[in-house]
């Protein structure tokens, strides 16, 4: 029976996973799995802030820079995806280490969804033109009239998932909170779950957000963007909707300058850490590390706890 442990480092954007991730890979023989929902994607490079290949240490990355640009990809479709890498890992005896900010995508494994049906990318697109022309709050409006309980449990501006539960009953004629209870079991590997993540201190992470966005810009955002929509790469992508993409695509189209581009994109990803570490904090079993993990003593300290083993 296998009995080492699966390791997360989570947190907020900027706060160093990618470190930690590195260092623990490096000391306990691991391999890294991504889990951050737009690093999946290739030829989205500048503001994501993937790990270049020459910087990896020799050490694999999964689940990482594998998907077009323009393909829809579901937290149900990650999990079953590192199901099989940690399978994989563990059988060439590494240790998996999932890391990212993607919340949700380590829940879809920990507690498996339903088996839902496959994106719907016509009904998507019509949801996010709602999306951009009312706002979420209309979507959540909408979502209301159709699956009040699921509406009860999501936030009016948590527009990913109210758009899921909206795609899940357009499919299916089914809602989401029918749905829920039929859920699959979890892999295996769940019961060996070491959980980590990061609690910086605020205004220290906000800067570090703020001239992150400000250098992705200064690096060629807009230019990377405008590539990417000139190879056709539709505006309302997954991939363009992430943050400083979406503003870069709004500056294209002349709807705000380069200044309120910017501005708009370091509030959009102040906001976004705001609601991970919301996320986060309702995770069971999680610990957590009081600083940033580019920080030796906080990559010390996670060392020392993982070979300790227990919690």
């Known amino acids: 029976m296998e009995t080492r442990p699966v390791i997360?480092?989570?947190g907020p954007t900027a706060s160093g996973k990618s470190e930690l991730g590195l260092a623990l890979a490096e000391h306990l023989g691991g391999e890294i799995i991504n889990c951050d929902s737009v690093q999946v994607y290739r030829e989205i490079e500048i503001a994501t802030a993937k790990i270049p290949l020459a910087e990896q240490r020799g050490i694999?990355?999964?689940?990482?820079?594998?998907?077009?640009?323009?393909?829809a990809y579901t937290a149900a479709e990650w999990a079953a995806d590192a199901a099989q890498k940690i399978d994989a890992i563990e059988a060439r005896g590494r240790v998996a280490i999932i890391v990212g900010g993607s919340g949700f995508y380590l829940r879809a494994w920990r507690l498996p969804f339903f088996a839902s049906p496959p994106t719907d990318q016509e009904f998507r697109s019509r949801l996010q033109a709602i999306r951009e022309l009312r706002g979420p709050e209309h979507l959540h409006r909408i979502l209301t009239r159709f699956d009040a309980d699921a509406a009860a449990r999501l936030a009016p501006r948590d527009w990913p998932r109210v758009q899921r539960a909206l795609e899940v009953r357009w499919q299916t004629g089914r809602s989401l909170s029918a749905l829920q209870p039929e859920r699959m079991e979890p892999h295996p590997s769940v019961a060996r779950l070491r959980l980590f993540a990061f609690d910086p201190p605020r205004a220290e992470l906000y800067e570090r957000i703020?001239?992150?966005?400000?250098?992705?810009?200064?690096?060629g955002l807009v230019e990377e963007v405008r590539g990417l929509l000139d190879r056709g790469v539709p505006a309302d992508s997954t991939a363009l909707g992430a943050h400083g993409y979406r503003?870069?695509?709004?500056?294209?189209?002349g709807e705000r300058t380069l200044a309120s581009a910017v501005e708009q994109t370091q509030r959009d990803v102040r906001h976004y850490a705001k609601r991970q570490m919301t996320w986060l904090r309702r995770e069971p079993g999680m610990e957590w590390l009081a600083g940033f993990g580019d920080d030796p003593k906080i990559q010390a300290l996670a060392l020392e706890k993982i070979e300790a083993g227990g919690k």
């Open 247 to 253: 503003r870069a695509v709004e500056f294209l189209r």
């Open 210 to 219: 703020n001239v992150r966005a400000e250098q992705h810009f200064q690096a």
């Open 60 to 71: 694999p990355h999964h689940l990482l820079d594998f998907l077009p640009p323009d393909q």
């Open 8 to 10: 997360a480092v989570m």
